[in-house]
């Protein structure tokens, strides 16, 4: 049976359908099941009103650089008023496509080619506006577009790869540089902290080894002060004469001079050789006293060996002061002003 025949008819959900009698604007079906006049009413249009997707040809559209490039999108739009999809345009879904076909290239028009990749975001919207104003009047909404694909010239495309390449690796060498400035930064720095610990320690151990000393000298001080039955300066006396011996003997060991003292209060230098080292030692056995004696002996051959040499270098002296006595010399006198150090007085 003919659908004008039956009178009733199946409004499916979300559907529309627009009832004409005798070619004129009748009534609106609602999605149900709803009864009409055979012959005399007919469903003219059925629209849906789901969001439904629509996709725009592929087109060439020019930019403002005058390049050359194809484009492609997808629209989403839905029925809004039936009645002026039905009556207000003619083909709506085919008028809805090629308007966003012309308000594409109008869009792409206003932009570099450089910039349409990166405006696509504000191209969606800018097409999603065009056609919401054109379309409103159609009882249409446009409810997003979506740019899908852009395609420039190969001869384009080639430079936008080298170009990318370039970038690429202008990235990667300032990433490097600044790899290498924040390592040589580090370095430097690690240095100058190694620096300063390694100054504050030598100080520290300065500091350290100065008031050990200090430490000592005073209890050495209070010893000698407190020492019992008045030998602390005997002691002190007889260390002293020890480092003497020992420098003196250094010196002896690794010079060709021989270097003795003054007496005190005596011009005559020729007195000196023999008086002198027997006065040394007795001052030497008299600091000693009896119970440092013992020790002494026991420990008295290195001094033997030192006074033996130092007999022998004088008896040499005598020698050669024999030989040149009939020359005229020159007195030369010294005098000690350190403990270490002869000058001579002329």
């Avoid at 004129?24 to 997707?53: C, D, I, W």
């Amino acid at each position: 049976m003919s659908k004008i025949f039956m009178p009733f008819v199946l409004v499916p959900q979300q559907h529309i359908m627009i009832v004409e009698r005798f070619g004129r604007y009748m009534r609106t079906l609602e999605p149900g099941f709803k009864f009409k006049l055979p012959l005399f009413e007919s469903v003219a249009y059925h629209h849906s009103l789901k969001e439904q997707v629509l996709g725009i040809d592929s087109q060439t559209a020019i930019t403002r650089d005058n390049v050359k490039i194809r484009i492609d999108g997808v629209m989403y739009f839905k029925i809004t008023d039936p009645f002026k999809a039905s009556y207000e345009v003619a083909q709506p879904i085919r008028a809805l496509s090629l308007l966003a076909q012309t308000s594409m290239r109008s869009e792409i028009g206003k932009l570099d080619l450089d910039r349409t990749f990166e405006e696509r975001e504000s191209l969606n919207v800018n097409i999603k506006e065009a056609l919401n104003e054109a379309s409103v009047k159609w009882g249409i909404e446009c409810m997003r577009y979506e740019i899908k694909d852009i395609k420039p010239p190969e001869e384009i495309k080639r430079s936008m790869e080298l170009q990318a390449e370039s970038e690429r690796i202008k990235r990667s060498k300032i990433l490097n540089s600044e790899g290498e400035r924040q390592s040589k930064i580090n370095i430097a720095e690690g240095i100058k902290q190694s620096a300063i610990l390694d100054g504050q320690g030598n100080a520290s151990k300065i500091l350290e080894e100065a008031r050990g000393i200090c430490q000592s000298l005073e209890r050495i001080a209070k010893s000698i002060e407190s020492g019992p039955g008045g030998r602390g300066q005997d002691a002190l006396r007889l260390k002293l004469t020890e480092q003497y011996l020992e420098a003196l003997n250094q010196i002896l060991s690794t010079s060709r001079v021989l270097m003795l003292p003054n007496e005190s209060g005596s011009g005559n230098s020729d007195q000196w050789s023999t008086s002198k080292i027997a006065t040394a030692m007795t001052l030497y056995k008299q600091i000693l006293g009896p119970a440092g004696q013992a020790v002494a002996q026991a420990a008295g051959k290195a001094e033997g060996d030192l006074f033996n040499e130092l007999r022998q270098r004088v008896a040499q002296l005598d020698q050669q002061s024999s030989a040149t006595q009939n020359q005229v010399v020159r007195e030369r006198k010294f005098q000690y002003h350190d403990d270490k150090a002869l000058y001579s007085d002329q």
